[in-house]
T-cell receptor, first 118, second 115 residues
Framework: EAQVTQNPRYLITVTGKKLTVTCSQN?????MSWYRQDPGLGLRQIYY???????DKGDVPEGYKVSRKEKRNFPLILESPSPNQTSLYFC?????????????????FGPGTRLLVL | GNSVTQMEGPVTLSEEAFLTINCTYT??????LFWYVQYPGEGLQLLLK?????DKGSNKGFEATYRKETTSFHLEKGSVQVSDSAVYFC??????????????FGPGTSLSVIP
């Protein structure tokens, strides 16, 4: 089954304790992104990756790191979590557009990781 | 800049009622437009999309038409069901660099359908 998986689904941690949220896709997609979802703000992009070893900042990258060592995996790292990073996090993947037909390809989202930082 | 505005709700409707969720956007260039749906406890799923002016996207009884003159992409359904209860996100994609289109989401509209 084609899917994006995230782990863990729920996480409670304390300020300053490093954590990693994993994301994996089995669709051989080039593009992957991390978003956070907060009430009234919709989804905001944290980081994105266009391919292995190619990553770039989104709209709210402060306090986060990512890596893309393999095509299928795109972990999100919080080196020193703070309470303002309490949120619902989504990983998404999409294939690289071929030519101009169809413009942006559909993004496929993981089920989400709910993080609480105390 | 690029942005999406939509009614936040929550919207509560009775089963079989008509649904409209308004969405307007500002964008440079010629964005593609999307509606995503998020069911409770799940990630977002693409509901429908339109890639150019006057295109109509449709899926599962939902429709939305890309209106360039009013910069709008309102979501409609003629008769909602309890199973349509979810959060609906309007989104647009714009090209920000070679081979990469950035997706910008609205704040989401929560819909509850009661029997």
């Amino acid at each position: 089954e084609a899917q994006v998986t995230q782990n863990p689904r729920y996480l409670i941690t304390v300020t300053g304790k490093k954590l990693t949220v994993t994301c994996s896709q089995n669709m051989n997609h080039e593009y992957m992104s991390w978003y956070r979802q907060d009430p009234g703000l919709g989804l905001r992009q944290i980081y994105y990756s266009m391919n292995v070893e190619v990553t770039d900042k989104g709209d709210v990258p402060e306090g986060y790191k990512v890596s893309r060592k393999e095509k299928r995996n795109f972990p999100l790292i919080l080196e020193s979590p703070s309470p303002n990073q309490t949120s619902l996090y989504f990983c998404a993947s999409s294939p690289k557009p071929r030519g101009t037909s169809g413009r942006r390809k559909t993004q496929y989202f993981g089920p989400g990781t709910r993080l609480l930082v105390l | 800049g690029n942005s999406v505005t939509q009614m936040e709700g929550p919207v509560t409707l009775s089963e079989e009622a008509f649904l409209t969720i308004n969405c307007t956007y500002t964008a440079t260039g010629y964005p593609s437009l999307f509606w995503y749906v998020q069911y409770p406890g799940e990630g977002l799923q693409l509901l429908l999309k339109a890639t150019k002016a006057d295109d109509k996207g449709s899926n599962k009884g939902f429709e939305a038409t890309y209106r360039k003159e009013t910069t709008s992409f309102h979501l409609e359904k003629g008769s909602v069901q309890v199973s349509d209860s979810a959060v609906y996100f309007c989104a647009l994609s714009v090209n920000i660099k070679t081979s990469y289109d950035k997706v910008i989401f609205g704040p989401g509209t929560s819909l509850s359908v009661i029997p």
